[in-house]
């Protein structure tokens, strides 16, 4: 449960790379352009929410990654891995005074957001140049050099409150934002090798290159969404005069569907009726990075319609190869980041005060002290939390308190020509074995070559389990059934499949890395024989 925490005092060391603005709310929540911060988030540094690598340790030299509980939907009907319709519920947020006190739903994920493959033949694994857009004529082995080059779409939906920066955890003190984001991998399956060093140091450029946009009123980018010529200021502050916010409480409606410009998505919030798109196509600046491996120092991209790759939604052959998830259409709740610190060095620095009352850790990164806070007046730390002793990993999920967020309610997806019919099966995943397993992890207890160590609430780095992991549970709301995420939330969950027992057994896939066919667990899934929630 959320617990009192001391006032915080600060300061932090300042990251190397292009600007990325960080700022303190002035009064009446205004930033001060005259104490920016110029730290670079990308997948690289673990810093952006981006979809999980298998093997991440190869492709970056370090593991990075994040913490995803997902609930993943499956249809054998043509068009359900490319057409999909969700409704939700904007949760609501405790008052922002006496915070220590309280826990809000920053604290507990930066972002929760709605998937989808893509076609990206510059992407993974770069050996087959071709691919048919919304045909299941994509299905090939994961392991196969003859997979078409595959990205991943994340509509991803900020909460508000804490620090402005991009891409989150904050667009603004009080309101939502929304962002269509497409990740891809600019490694080679045959040789390993990823893009250049050089190209790296660019824009939106790592490894996994991401096309990053704010859904607009308009439709139009505020600025750049591709990797290469990414605006920080321009692409990454959402402006309250272009781009789409929701307010706590407000019903949405989220479409995603193909044209012939590329994914078309559009978010309706039916409060208020504004509403908001983004087409991920050339005309609107998307563009898909140009593969080129050292020596070479070339970093160009190429205008692209990204388009659906799969007609359906199937276990285990709609998948994305380098993933470490096994999913097309998904919702996932990206948690494990923001952790507690009561002092930084400098702003967007390490922590080098107190983590929840114990010495900080080699996760404790990306840090900002309260005074920068746009409404929730906290010191905390955005970096990936590994070590899973952060609020995600506390009781302070959504209980009905007034201490806690109202729930997130989300809907399955609909599919079809008008949006009617459900999704045959759901399946829970957890990818916390991908995080466990890796030597930066104390006490690093999973091995996921054997599966042994692993458990589905994992060892934090203070060598006991998790105080908490958080689950789905489903209940009546929206018309019908809808789920939320984290614990049971009284007068709503009926039915919670059995707590954190619901991702179920280990499950061992293949994967490809730098030419090699290697066998491991890196999730905990269980595929139902229906959809309870339909």
């Not at 090939?140 to 080059?149: E, L, M, V």
């Not at 954190?500 to 066919?517: D, E, H, K, R």
């Amino acid at each position: 449960m959320a617990r009192s925490r001391a006032l915080f005092g600060f300061a932090a060391i300042l990251l190397c790379g292009a600007p990325l603005l960080a700022v303190p709310a002035q009064a009446g929540g205004a930033a001060s352009p005259s104490a920016q911060s110029t730290v670079r988030f990308t997948c690289a540094n673990s810093r952006l929410p981006c979809l999980e690598v298998k093997n991440s340790d190869d492709v970056f030299g370090h593991y990075v990654g994040h913490d995803e509980p997902s609930l993943l939907f499956y249809s054998k009907m043509p068009g359900s891995g490319n057409r999909t319709q969700y409704s939700g519920v904007i949760p609501s947020d405790p008052s922002a005074s006496n915070p220590m006190s309280k826990s809000y739903n920053f604290e507990l994920y930066p972002t929760i957001w709605f998937g989808m493959a893509m076609c990206d033949t510059h992407s993974y694994p770069l050996t087959n140049k071709t691919c048919t857009p919304d045909s299941d004529s994509n299905i090939t082995p994961s392991t196969s050099q003859r997979h078409a080059g595959t990205a991943f779409t994340e509509l991803q939906f900020y909460p508000p409150g804490w620090v402005q920066q991009f891409n989150g955890p904050s667009c603004s003190a009080t309101k939502w934002c929304v962002a269509l984001t497409i990740d891809s991998l600019a490694v080679s399956n045959v040789t390993g090798k990823p893009i250049n060093p050089t190209c790296q140091a660019q824009g939106l450029v790592s490894e996994e290159p991401t096309n990053f946009a704010y859904l607009t009123h308009s439709g139009t980018p505020q600025g750049p969404p591709d990797p290469v010529h990414f605006d920080f200021v321009k692409s990454g502050r959402p402006s309250p005069t272009k781009a789409l916010f929701l307010g706590a409480g407000d019903h949405y409606t989220v479409t995603m569907h193909d044209s012939a410009n590329g994914l078309v998505t559009e978010v309706d919030d039916t409060t208020t009726g504004q509403k908001g798109s983004m087409t991920a196509s050339a005309a609107n600046g998307f563009a898909q990075m140009n593969y080129a491996p050292a020596p070479s120092k070339q970093c160009t991209d190429t205008p692209y319609n990204f388009h659906p790759m799969y007609s359906t939604s199937q276990p285990d052959k709609t998948v994305v190869p380098w993933a470490v998830h096994t999913y097309n259409i998904a919702i996932d709740t990206e948690i494990g980041h923001f952790d507690y610190c009561s002092a930084v060095s400098q702003p967007g620095g390490n922590c080098t005060g107190t983590e929840n009352g114990r010495k900080p850790d080699f996760d404790d990164t990306a840090c900002f002290p309260a005074s920068f806070a746009l409404l929730v007046k906290v010191g905390g730390c955005e970096g990936a939390n590994e070590g899973f002793d952060g609020p995600s990993y506390l009781a302070d999920w959504p209980n009905g308190s007034a201490s806690r967020p109202g729930p997130a309610l989300l809907t399955s997806p609909r599919t079809g020509a008008s949006f009617g019919t459900p999704y045959a099966q759901v399946a829970f995943e957890s990818d916390a074995p991908a995080i466990e397993d890796h030597a930066d992890s104390p006490p690093n207890n999973c091995n996921i070559a054997t599966g042994g160590g692993c458990t589905r609430i994992p060892l934090a780095d203070y060598h006991g389990p998790a105080t908490f992991y958080p689950y789905y549970s489903s209940g009546s709301a929206l018309g019908g059934c809808a789920w939320t995420v984290g614990q049971d939330v009284p007068g709503f969950s009926t039915n919670d499949y059995g707590k954190v027992g619901q991702y179920g057994p280990l499950l061992f896939s293949t994967f490809n890395s730098g030419g090699q066919v290697q066998r491991a667990s890196f999730d905990f899934r269980n595929i139902l024989p229906n959809n309870p929630c339909p």
